[in-house]
């Protein structure tokens, strides 16, 4: 658990100082920021997105995990939670609802988060994690600066989803093999694809609800083992 507590602290503290100095950027500052920031979120992603392999299945992840997203609203669950946080932490501003969840998602949803979690349950090395804690720590201060309190409660959500990884490793290295975490991450990375659309304001994409996108490659090959 090390390089999820590392990345953790990493993301708090990039936050605490992100939210010192949101004070002192003008709202032009801030706008021209996130706006940037949310161009290289979309860089991410496509560079992501060009691994495909095998486009039928990220249609069918897309469409089937859209529908389950749907079915269970997770957008509207994230975004209550969002909002009683922010009515909670009122004085202190920001976009509260939204910088959890959008932080939430880019850093859940992606590669890294997800071999570094196995690499550090298997092997007890934590190098993806402490790297991936490097590039969570910078963003957190630019997207708290602008977001406020709410990029660091996404903190919560990596501890609570790459802890379960990297504590599940064992079970989960039998079906997350180099294929799977592959195709999971090219699914992931249009999601992360569209959340930086949706930061720069282009689109309004339920990002939330198609996260069961991800979990359909698993589905496929684990099916396919058994026929």
Do not use: W
Not at 79 to 106: D, H, N, V, W, Y
Not at 178 to 204: F, Y
Request: glycine share 14%.
């Amino acid at each position: 658990m090390l390089g999820t507590i590392v990345n953790v602290l990493s993301i708090v503290a990039g936050s605490a100082l992100g939210i010192s100095i949101r004070g002192k950027n003008t709202e032009k500052f801030s706008d021209t920021i996130i706006k940037g920031i949310s161009l290289c979120v979309i860089l991410i992603g496509m560079l992501g997105a060009l691994e495909v392999t095998d486009v039928m299945l990220v249609i069918f992840s897309i469409a089937l995990g859209g529908l389950a997203g749907e079915l269970m609203d997770i957008d509207s669950a994230l975004k209550r939670f969002g909002e009683r946080m922010e009515r909670r932490f009122a004085k202190k501003g920001g976009k509260i609802a939204e910088g959890f969840i959008s932080c939430t998602l880019i850093y859940c949803v992606g590669a890294m988060a997800i071999v570094g979690s196995l690499e550090s349950g298997l092997t007890g090395s934590h190098k993806t994690l402490f790297a991936k804690s490097v590039l969570d720590g910078i963003s957190s201060i630019v997207f708290a600066s602008t977001m406020g309190i709410g990029v660091m409660l996404s903190a919560v959500s990596v501890f609570i989803y790459q802890g379960a990884i990297t504590l599940g490793a064992g079970f989960l290295k039998n079906i997350l093999t180099d294929a799977v975490v592959a195709d999971m991450s090219v699914v992931g990375s249009l999601l992360i694809l569209g959340l930086g659309l949706n930061i720069l304001g282009a689109c309004k994409i339920k990002i939330a609800n198609l996260l069961p996108a991800i979990i359909i490659p698993v589905i496929y090959h684990v099916g396919r083992g058994f026929f």
